[in-house]
C-alpha cells in the first residue's frame, strides 16, 4: 500500500511561481518513477511531468522550459516537487501527484487527491 500526500498549490498571477510537493509513503516507492498530472475543466488529464527512481525527466511540451521536476528519496519514502515558473493562465488546473509502483506481475496507479492551481491575468 503506497499513500501520496500532496502539498502546495493555490492562486498567482500569470507570469508568477508556485511549488508543489507529493511525499509518497512506502519503501517501495522509492524504485519506481513518480509524476504529475493536471487537469482542467472539460478537459482529459495531461502529462506534466514525470521523473524516474534514478532522477531521469520528462515533461510535457505545454510546460517545457517552464517547469522543474525533482525528487528526494529516504528509505521509505519519497517527496517529488514540481517547480512551476512563468505561470499562464492556462496553467489553470487541478494538479495530481502519481506514482505508478511495478510489483512484478502488475503495475499499480497511486495518485493524490489533487492541488488546484488558479493562474489569473
Known amino acids: 500500500q503506497v499513500l501520496l500526500r500532496q502539498s502546495g498549490g493555490g492562486s498567482v498571477q500569470a507570469g508568477g511561481s508556485l511549488t508543489l510537493a507529493c511525499t509518497a509513503f512506502?519503501?517501495?516507492?522509492?524504485?519506481?518513477?513518480m509524476g504529475w498530472y493536471r487537469q482542467a475543466p472539460g478537459e482529459t488529464r495531461e502529462l506534466v511531468a514525470t521523473i524516474t527512481s534514478d532522477h531521469v525527466t520528462n515533461y510535457g511540451d505545454s510546460v517545457k522550459g517552464r517547469v522543474t521536476i525533482s525528487r528526494d528519496n529516504g528509505s521509505d519514502k519519497s517527496t517529488v516537487y514540481l517547480q512551476m515558473n512563468s505561470l499562464k493562465v492556462e496553467d489553470t488546473a487541478i494538479y495530481y501527484c502519481?506514482?505508478?509502483?511495478?510489483?512484478?506481475?502488475?503495475?499499480?496507479?497511486?495518485w493524490g487527491r489533487g492541488t488546484q492551481v488558479t493562474v489569473s491575468s
Open positions: 502519481h506514482a505508478p509502483i511495478n510489483y512484478g506481475r502488475e503495475v499499480i496507479p497511486y
Open positions: 512506502g519503501s517501495v516507492v522509492v524504485y519506481n518513477p
